[in-house]
Every structure is written in structure tokens, then in C-alpha cells.
């Protein structure tokens, strides 16, 4: 993040052994903080859940929203749903000889807070579909009859359709 201040972040230091539960709201601005030019916006309730035990935390963590994107085909503002659950486990002692894991997270003893800021921004990023575009037929009007029109869709004639016209006037001529 390029600002210092942190939106997602769990007080383990003063936690009672128990389930707790934390709410937060993302909007476009934590975006921003990361630098993503990508998500314009976004309106997503996050839902941290932690079972602390003695000597790790079972963190729970959904989110559920909308992220806003530019439509890949006419640059519009388009709404993308996210309902996302995830699981992290944080551990206070590394074991020798342990496999790294995605869902496992390591952090000293002494650490009096759970910074869950950069696992929420990937696990919101990563569900951001690799082809952004509005449903057939929803994309803006003006944009998409302006592409038809650079393209040369509505001048379209049959002879300059079939990749065999030229080969025919090749004919005539040599004849």
C-alpha cells in the first residue's frame, strides 16, 4: 500500500480465546491506496470472523459487494458481483521443516495486530474476470455503433465479404 494506514486490521494483542467477529466496509479509495487503476470503484462489506486459540487464529473471512471496472468494448462503468468466503490460518511459531502454505500465515508472538489488508485487496483483485465486458446487447449505443462505423460493419457488400471476389476479377482479366 503506499499510505501507511491500514482499513482491515484484527487487535490480536488484547483477544480472549473465543470466536470473534469484525466488519469493515471497502471502497474505491482502498484501491487507490494500492495504486490499482483498474477497479474504479467498489462497495464491499467484508466480514472477518476469528476463533483464536493458544497458539493460532482461525481466521474466516467473506466479502461481498460490487467492484466497478471500464467495459473492455465501450469503456462504460461496468458493476461486477463478488461474494467471496476465504480461510487463513495464523500461526505464532514457524515449525522447522513446515511447507509453505497460501492459507498460512506466520507472525512473531509479540504481534498485537492481524494486517488483512493485502489479503482481501488480492483475494477482491484475483476475482475481477480476465475479459470485462457488459452483456450482449448492454454496452454503451453511441460507442458501439462509433466501432461499427470505424470498423466498416455497416459498410459491409457481399462482394468485399467473400475472400473469393478478387480471385474473380483475376479471371476477367486474364480472359
Known amino acids: 500500500m ?29 484501491f487507490k ?10 462497495s464491499v462489506k467484508v466480514n472477518v470472523e476469528v476463533l483464536k486459540e493458544s497458539l493460532y487464529l482461525g481466521v474466516v473471512c467473506a466479502m461481498k459487494g460490487v467492484l466497478v471496472v ?19 490460518t495464523v500461526k505464532f511459531t514457524a515449525v522447522d521443516g513446515e511447507p509453505e502454505d497460501d492459507e498460512v500465515l506466520v507472525l512473531d ?10 489479503f482481501v485487496y488480492d483475494h477482491l483483485c484475483l476475482s475481477v474476470p480476465i475479459k470485462k465486458v457488459h452483456p450482449e ?11 461499427r462505423e ?5 459498410q459491409e457488400d457481399k462482394e468485399t465479404t467473400n475472400p473469393f471476389s478478387g480471385l474473380k476479377d483475376l479471371l476477367d482479366k486474364k480472359n
Open 150 to 154: 470505424l470498423s466498416g460493419e455497416d
Open 109 to 118: 508472538k509479540g504481534e498485537s495486530e492481524l494486517d488483512l489488508d493485502q
Open 70 to 88: 471500464e467495459c473492455d468494448r465501450c469503456l462504460d462503468d461496468l458493476p461486477i458481483d463478488v461474494d467471496i468466503t476465504r480461510n487463513l
Open 33 to 42: 491506496a494500492f495504486g490499482n487503476r483498474d477497479i474504479k470503484d467498489a
Open 137 to 147: 446487447g448492454q454496452c454503451n449505443a453511441q460507442m458501439m455503433a462509433k466501432l
Open 2 to 30: 503506499e499510505g501507511n494506514e491500514s482499513l482491515i486490521v484484527i487487535p490480536i494483542g488484547g483477544l480472549s480465546a473465543g470466536r470473534h467477529s469484525f466488519d469493515f466496509d471497502v471502497d474505491g479509495s482502498f
